[in-house]
């Protein structure tokens, strides 16, 4: 990986059969973080995962992989094929309403990593706003650091800051919506959909208000 023109862009030399990782020296161990990663479509090849990590994630791997979220130490989402990683464990994202979506026009360009330590979540959203829903729950007790791990030579992804906001206490209506979602589990939150309930709650369960 070579930090190339502008600090917040990195540029992948060609080198087969291997995979490589980059992550910022900003680690944020509280508050909530937006920031946004430019990556071509044409430039992603069959891994072009992005995410975060700690400090304890591996930077280069053999063979073609998910580099991003194949150990207990970073977390990640292959923008290819929309499937989340962590643990080398993988599953579909996004699900429920933005699934079809993102299945027929994939994701584009430019994505939103949304980091929320005050909840412990990491979401991604598009770069008009529409947030796509938690991908991964449970990140507290270390500093997480922006990652993407890639594979294709000569890819230029450039990450910007787009804004943040310090630890505060959750409104009632936030604790509330925090319990019901605990309650659920990861496994049944698409299902909020099926409920009886007005379609703002529903929304606002699935983070999509």
């Not at 071509?40 to 580099?67: C, F, I, K, M, N």
């Amino acid at each position: 990986m070579t930090v190339c023109g502008s600090p917040l862009t990195f540029k992948r030399r060609p080198t087969a059969q291997t995979t490589d990782s980059i992550r910022g020296r900003m680690g944020y161990m509280s508050g909530l973080h937006v920031w946004e990663i430019s990556w071509p479509p044409s430039q992603r090849g069959t891994h072009a995962v992005v995410g975060v990590s700690t400090t304890q994630a591996p930077l280069q791997a053999e063979g073609y992989q998910a580099l991003l979220g194949s150990d207990p130490h970073s977390w990640g989402l292959d923008l290819g094929k929309g499937v989340l990683y962590h643990r080398g464990q993988a599953r579909r994202y996004p699900t429920g309403f933005w699934a079809e979506e993102i299945t027929l026009s994939g994701f584009p360009e430019c994505i939103l990593v949304v980091l929320d330590l005050q909840c412990g979540t990491l979401g991604y959203a598009l770069e008009d706003g529409r947030y796509l829903g938690v991908a991964f729950q449970g990140l507290r007790g270390a500093a997480f650091h922006p990652a993407v791990s890639a594979v294709w030579g000569q890819c230029e992804v450039t990450i910007r800051y787009r804004n943040g906001l310090k630890p505060q206490p959750l409104s009632l209506q936030q604790l509330c919506r925090q319990s019901v979602r605990e309650a659920l589990g990861p496994s049944r939150l698409a299902g909020v959909w099926s409920l009886p309930l007005p379609s703002a709650v529903q929304s606002s369960l699935l983070l999509q208000h």
